[in-house]
């Protein structure tokens, strides 16, 4: 088997300057995505403290000296089957990121993954890392923990051995910095059974804990979106299980974009 970034052949996914050609997890094509079309929610968005406020990516972002980003991970990235809350645009977090970004340099470029949704950390390193190490990106974008909260069995230690193998092979590459970014409180995205949820938020401040292990001894950084819910947390999930409104994506775009900032010392 061809190990990260070997025997893959060039990047199949273009880059964000040129949308119309990158396709979404499962194949199909994704409409290009403008940096006003990712933040055209006002008045709601723009007035929900949680979200980002007109022009504030872009301010937190003007001295970042990234070009480049990959994104990586399973399936709250994706806007397959998203409900929209009135006063928030229909984009999701990594788009209304990579807008924020391209709103502060313009030539911006962000590859997005291809194939299906749900995917474990162990799929997204065989099936994904190759085409991120390849892209040569300064920056990358991990979302994860999603599948493996959900799964039958969780073994943090299995978690904490394939999150350490990504990361290092990001920052073993070109990637200056990487954020990885777990999930809102998977007991509200309407997939966990009552008799269930006690055992998943259990099991996800364990994930944060491991996650947080993991990127300190790599040099990166953890957006743990549980921390950023507060009160607005029955409308961050869609009607579909385990897929964010967007109002979610708002939501967790500001934590990223606002991490991003703290990064470069805003």
């Known amino acids: 088997m061809d190990g990260p970034g070997q025997g893959r052949g060039p990047v199949r996914t273009r880059a964000l300057t040129e949308r119309r050609d990158v396709r979404a997890p499962g194949g199909a094509p994704r409409p290009a995505v403008a940096a006003a ?23 937190l972002l003007a001295d ?6 990959v994104v990586l991970g399973d399936s709250t990235a994706d806007s397959s ?16 990121v990579a807008a924020a970004l ?37 920056i990358a974008l991990l979302a994860c923990g999603g599948p493996e909260l959900t799964a039958r069995t969780f073994d943090p230690d299995a978690v ?7 990361l290092a092979a990001l920052r073993g590459a ?15 995205a309407g997939q966990v059974p009552p008799a269930q949820r006690t055992t998943v938020r259990a099991r996800q401040r364990l994930l944060a804990e ?30 579909r299980p385990g897929r964010l409104s967007s109002r979610g994506h708002a939501v967790a775009a500001a934590a990223v974009v606002r991490t991003m900032g703290r990064l470069l010392g805003k």
């Not at 993954?113 to 099936?127: I, Q």
């Open 81 to 96: 089957g998203m409900t929209v809350v009135p006063g928030w645009a229909r984009a999701t977090w990594t788009d209304r």
């Open 210 to 239: 491991r996650i947080e292990s993991v990127v300190l001894r790599h040099g990166c950084a953890h957006v743990d979106l549980t921390e950023h819910e507060g009160g607005c947390s029955a409308d961050l999930w869609g009607a």
């Open 174 to 188: 070109t990637c200056q910095v990487v954020l990885v970014v777990s999930p809102f409180d998977l007991t509200r």
């Open 37 to 59: 079309d990712a933040t055209a929610g006002a008045p709601g968005e723009h007035a929900d403290p949680r979200c980002l406020g007109p022009g504030e990516g872009a301010g």
């Open 102 to 138: 391209r709103d502060a340099h313009p030539q911006f470029a962000c590859l997005h993954p291809r194939g299906r949704r749900d995917l474990p950390l162990a799929h997204v390193r065989s099936t994904q890392l190759g085409d991120a190490l390849d892209f040569n990106g300064d």
């Open 160 to 166: 904490e051995f394939e999150l350490s193998r990504i």
């Open 64 to 69: 970042a000296g990234w070009r480049r980003a």
